[in-house]
């Protein structure tokens, strides 16, 4: 494929995993947008964060558990999780209160890299910036 | 190049207009459509949040009027446009990004 082909396209997560459908439903958008081989990356902001909290487990509440399935990402090439540290701190939360989520660098000779990245919130309003499509949930 | 981003929910019941107006880089749009556009009345709290940002602000005329918001209620430095001028901004933008 072309690089001009190529287009930046963002996946903007701000609501909470399990109150609403968006979460879940933004992530089968993902796995399914990640067959186009664009360049594709996650922002987790607002309430957006508690997406990735380590240890979920909704066995109480009757509803599938979605957390595996971002280890999923770095199957397919979904490596660029950037979440907002002004979120994290206002939640209470830290980075090491979330999973973690690693992909592997085919030119590492495989290395497993992280690929959740905390980003400030001046850091992510540039990179949302310099998006081609920014889709919202 | 930028970024059009709209805003849909009144700042009084949600922070999405909080939030929008601290991602928004200076060359890019905010505009205030349905329910947001409650966001353009002057003297609020979010009138305020509004002059702050250093950002291009506009609200769409169509649901002001639906809403019973006449324009002199609007604060300064929103730019009231129509639908016309909907369609401008996204020409004139490189991407759109709603905060639902």
Known sequence: ?137 | MSILHTVNKSPFQKGDLSSCLAHANAEDAVLLIEDGVYGAIAGTDAANEIAAANTNIYVLGGDLAARGIASEKVAQGVNVIEYDGFVDLVTEHKAVNSWL
């Open chain 1, 1 to 137: 494929m072309s690089d001009e082909s190529i287009k930046k396209f963002m996946y903007m997560n701000r609501k909470a995993p399990y109150g609403t459908i968006y979460a879940l439903e933004a992530l089968e958008v993902v796995l399914i947008g990640a067959a186009f081989d664009q360049d594709v990356s996650l922002a987790f902001l607002d309430d957006g964060v508690f997406q990735l909290t380590e240890g979920q487990n909704t066995d109480g509440i009757g509803v599938k558990n979605f957390s595996p399935a971002f280890r999923a990402l770095g199957d397919y090439d979904v490596n660029k999780l950037y979440v907002e540290k002004e979120s994290l701190e206002a939640r209470g939360l830290a980075e090491s209160d979330l999973m973690e989520l690693v992909w592997e660098d085919e030119d590492d000779d495989w290395a497993e890299k992280p690929s959740i990245k905390v980003v400030s919130r001046d850091e992510l309003k540039a990179i949302m910036g310099d998006q081609d499509v920014i889709m919202s949930f």
